[in-house]
């Protein structure tokens, strides 16, 4: 929510303005150069019409700025997500309701809100104005299409002198940067069975999980973040574990930034929807995304509404590498940090460009522990590339995928889970 009284005034002639200024000049000028005391009255009348306009906006601006100071924008949801409409109502409301004539300078005001491109797609943004004796409102539809911070406002109020000599775009209060969460997709039922079935892949083995041991039938209210979605599709049943501290193996989302914009928001976006999917069913999971290891704590904790939040509010201001080989670098750093949560029983998912033999080494020991899985982004010049790359990876372990950005996610993400059946 915003509220401010600040305004900036900038008026500007109409043509009309302009041609009654111009003939006015012209007019008084011809009359002094042919002794015409007639024609200079008429353009000294035409230029003081101009002037006077000038005085009457002048006036009526800070009139109605004095009696309606306050702007207040409210936007819902907050923060935004990429491809979900949201919405922004901005009132302007008065300082006193007695003044008779309020209902007429609102009613006379044409009232208009600046937004990012990001936020509209780049259309034009179609307001709903209701207006009473002491408040105008005005309220309109966005449409992020782009994740980051990206402005909205300031209000600007469009109003005409009388004789519409002049215009005025005044700027009311002030604007403000909106978080826009990347798009997330419902993966939810596959990365359930993922993590619970984490300890059988390991064994390569088909019989019951310790988590078998503490399941039982679903009963109407049950919390479906605790569902046993492995032993659920084995036996044909919903299954939850009774244990409320069953199934909390933790995760990690390793985040490979890529140069390019489309693979970067395609990446963060399947980076994300993995990690809340992984929140979602229980497990705690982080994101490791190049930053300092030592600050990606395990998000889950504190309840699922609060760490999905959290975790969204890092993929906010993620931006590309300045260059490859400090992506790498950041990659390698992931890894380490990945590689000791692994021994320690943590699924592991990466999201990568083809890569080096000293990352490729860095992220051997993590599929040794069986529960690491790859999602290895290619293009028509590195399409080589990632296939030896997930070749590699698969005989380290990881169960890998090649992949092009902009792949349908739940699609690649459906395809790589497959592979702990074969693998």
Known sequence: MEASGGATARMS??????GVLACGIVIGALGVGLSAPVMVYVGVAMTCAVVLAWVWMTLALGNFLRRFPYAERTIQPRPLTVGAPGTVRVSIRARHSRHGHARGLLARLQVREQAANELTGGATTRAAVTRTADELSLEYALTPVQRGRW?????????SDPFGMLLSDTSFGSAEKVSVWPRVHDLTGTAGAMMGQADRVVLGARTPSADDAALREYREGDDLRRVH????????????????HAGRRPATVILDLPLGRQALEWSISAAASIAV?????????RLLDGADPAVA???GQRGGDIARAELLDLTVDLASPVT???GDAHLRRSAAAAAEGALEGEVTVAIIDPATDDVLEALAPIG??????????ADDRTADEAAATAARLSRAGWRATVVRAGDDIPAVWDTLLAMQDVA
């Open 297 to 299: 704590s395990h998000l």
């Open 13 to 18: 002639l109409t043509a009309r303005g302009v």
């Open 324 to 326: 490859r080989a400090a």
């Open 151 to 159: 402005d909205v406002g300031p209000a600007l109020l469009h109003t």
């Open 229 to 244: 979605w492995a032993s659920s599709a084995r036996r044909g049943t919903m299954l939850v574990r009774s244990d409320e």
């Open 277 to 285: 999917s992984v929140l979602d069913t229980g497990h705690p999971v």
């Open 368 to 377: 040794a522990t069986g529960r690491a899985w790859a999602i290895v982004r």
